[in-house]
């Protein structure tokens, strides 16, 4: 995962900004899901406490490279099962939005894509409200604000 994050050079710097911001304020947990299938069968979720910085960042430094990995940008009311992502009546507070940007791919023609995250990032850019991060995720960009 490479970050682009104005005034931020380390990928842990980057990670942490991006997991404070998730966190924000208040009550609630963060969900972290990951599995080593490519196709996103067999996904654990764990549940930390949003206060609770330090078992987050732990939890992420955990992760080996063969796992993928999301997590969830809104704050969950309650720990859920593990199998469980829960859903929008599980969230308590959102302290973050975010947008994913695909690239094109010759398999999906109709679709009116940026070819290259170079340009995927001048259209982030071009919004009235640009992002504070750009996540590089492999086949295209996440955004943040």
């Not at 970050?3 to 304020?25: C, D, F, N, P, Y």
């Not at 398999?107 to 001048?122: D, G, I, S, W, Y």
Request: hydrophobic residues 40%.
């Amino acid at each position: 995962m490479t970050s682009i994050i104005k005034g931020i050079e380390s990928q842990e710097q980057a990670r942490q900004t991006l997991l404070k911001a998730v966190a924000g304020e208040g009550n609630g947990y963060i969900a972290i899901s990951r599995t080593t299938d490519a196709n996103w069968k067999n996904l654990t979720t764990s549940y930390y406490a949003a206060n609770d910085l330090e078992k987050v960042f732990d939890a992420v430094e955990m992760i080996n490279a063969d796992q993928q990995v999301m997590f969830g940008l809104g704050r969950r009311k309650y720990v859920l099962s593990s199998a469980s992502r829960g859903g929008n009546r599980d969230i308590c507070a959102f302290s973050i939005i975010g947008m994913d940007i695909d690239l094109y791919d010759p398999a999906k023609p109709h679709k009116n894509l940026p070819r290259t995250k170079q340009e995927a990032l001048e259209l982030l850019n071009s919004f009235a409200l640009p992002p504070s991060m750009v996540v590089d995720s492999g086949s295209g960009l996440h955004s943040y604000v």
